[in-house]
């Protein structure tokens, strides 16, 4: 028996959406009235640019649509913790709390714990529309922990969508069983194609209860990789593919391996920087592997996005992860607090808000459209800038540059504005104060970018970042990023047509890796 109710989110019979999420925000301990309330990985295609049936599968969800994680959240469940492969990037046995790394968890849960864990975010975040499970070790070497969550799930929440992360290794032989519990969303992470390079990533896999080495292990892997793809897509499942970018090794090779994914029916191709700081003990954090620089991705991510959906939102989420893509909200649903909690699911006011949060994003895209059309005929189609955006989601400027953990980078053309990118970065206002030296650790993440659109900042970081030569800019504080976006870059574009300043290209900047500073 389950204990006492201490604490109740009763989101029942409400029609007004106000209503609803001021009693959500209450629940977390403050109110919405002073503006957008916090709303939280995919490519940017919208309703008219794919089938009905993808659509319907992608529009909500987080991962696999950029424009949808604005505005849906999703969670992460840990009942996965063994794992049948070691990767040099990868070691689980350390924790922060306010660090975002996967394979990164505060709590393991068994199958029933996760389902009440489940019904709880979902009653107190209507947002919350996929539940995933990325471990902390691969999903299918705990085959019956992961389906049993599945199946527990599906019965008492229907309408949230089902997805689970793999290796692959273990893929093909669990195929059927994942069309079985609807699971219609599968991410695999696959960095290689070419047993040589492979070996270089994963030192050994179990299969077959026994360990297996170096090359033959890695050709083993890659060919599990490709046929669990190819099974995948032949039931119609919609399937991600993560890589890894690890320079020296496989960057060059990855636009191989993003040919080879989209040869075999892969929905949406997601390449991420290396992290590889020292003290998370991995073996190229040990060993001085470098991540890439900002410039490095965006360009391999370039070269691969004629061939299929790239995602670029994608923020290598914990294990254990709640909330709005860029936020996490697991300490306030660890398992003391949700064997507290008396929840109430209710799929009315789920669906109420979810109607609100279409009509937001409807309104986004008019405005950016709207916009759009007043660069029809402008020249200078190679001008390009880059803007980072202080942003707590919503598709608004509406984040404190002091305030802000990430920055979302916006680049613009004549063809409009196109999210590529996030930074994440050090909190400048720590205590009340600005932190210089965070200060400094901002400009680096954003040097490449030619402003940063804030709700709101001060003098003195206003005044360092106009000396790195980044305009920032207040004027668009709780308007629409894209359209605020597209209305600078015009405004740019007059400049340098009329000669006032001369368009040169900016340097790269630095991917911040490691632990989130909360405020």
């Not at 950029?66 to 969670?75: D, K, P």
């Not at 975010?121 to 049993?148: C, H, R, W, Y």
Request: charged share 25%.
């Amino acid at each position: 028996m389950e204990s006492l109710v201490t604490e109740t989110v009763d989101v029942g019979g409400a029609q007004n959406i106000d209503e609803v999420m001021q009693k959500v925000a209450e629940h977390k301990g403050c109110g919405t009235s002073g503006g957008s309330g916090k709303a939280s990985c995919g490519t940017a295609a919208g309703e008219n640019d794919l089938p009905q049936e993808i659509w319907d599968k992608v529009k909500n969800h987080p991962c696999y649509s950029e424009e949808a994680h604005h505005h849906y959240a999703r969670m992460h469940v840990a009942v996965a913790p063994a794992c049948n492969i070691q990767c040099n990037y990868c070691n689980r046995k350390y924790d922060c709390a306010n660090e975002s790394r996967p394979g990164v968890v505060s709590e393991k849960l068994t199958p029933e714990q996760a389902s009440k864990k489940v019904l709880a975010v979902a009653s107190t975040i209507p947002q919350m529309t996929v539940l995933g499970i990325a471990g902390p070790g691969d999903p299918l070497a705990n085959p019956e922990k992961t389906f049993k969550t599945f199946e527990l799930i599906a019965k008492t929440a229907p309408d949230i969508k089902l997805c689970l992360s793999t290796n692959g290794l273990a893929l093909p032989e669990h195929v059927d069983t994942i069309a079985k519990f609807n699971v219609d969303h599968v991410t695999i992470t696959i960095n290689m194609v070419d047993p040589d390079i492979g070996a270089q990533i994963y030192p050994w896999i179990f299969w077959n209860r026994k360990r297996i080495f170096g090359r033959e292990a890695a050709e083993i892997l890659t060919q599990h990789q490709m046929r669990g793809l190819e099974m995948l897509t032949e039931r119609g499942i919609l399937c991600k593919v993560n890589s890894v970018m690890i320079p020296g090794i496989n960057d060059k090779h990855l636009v191989e391996v993003n040919k080879a994914v989209k040869s075999r029916g892969a929905f949406l191709h997601n390449i991420m920087p290396l992290i590889s700081s020292p003290e998370h003990g991995t073996v190229f954090g040990l060993n001085g592997q470098r991540g890439p620089t900002a410039q490095e991705l965006k360009h391999l991510q370039d070269s691969c996005e004629g061939e299929m959906n790239m995602m670029r939102h994608c923020r290598q989420c914990r294990a254990d992860a709640v909330g709005l893509l860029g936020e996490d909200r697991s300490a306030e649903f660890t398992t003391d607090k949700i064997m507290a909690m008396e929840v109430t699911y209710d799929l009315e006011s789920r669906q109420a808000y979810q109607a609100q949060v279409e009509i937001e994003r409807q309104k986004v895209a008019a405005a950016k459209n709207a916009e759009l059309n007043t660069l029809a005929g402008e020249g200078n189609e190679d001008v390009k800038i880059l803007i980072a955006v202080a942003t707590k989601g919503s598709g608004r400027v509406n984040e404190h540059f002091g305030h802000a953990k990430e920055f979302q980078i916006y680049e613009c053309s004549t063809k409009g504005a196109k999210f590529i990118g996030h930074r994440r970065v050090d909190l400048y206002c720590q205590g009340g104060y600005g932190e210089e030296d965070s200060l400094e650790t901002i400009i680096r993440a954003i040097n490449d970018c030619t402003a940063v659109f804030v709700a709101k900042i001060g003098g003195c970081p206003k005044n360092d970042l106009l000396k790195a030569g980044i305009d920032p800019v207040d004027e668009f504080a709780f308007e629409f990023i894209e359209q605020s976006a597209i209305t600078y870059f015009k405004r740019y574009l007059d400049k340098v047509n009329s000669g006032e300043i001369v368009h040169e290209e900016r340097g790269d900047a630095t991917l911040r890796q490691g632990a989130f500073i909360t405020a």
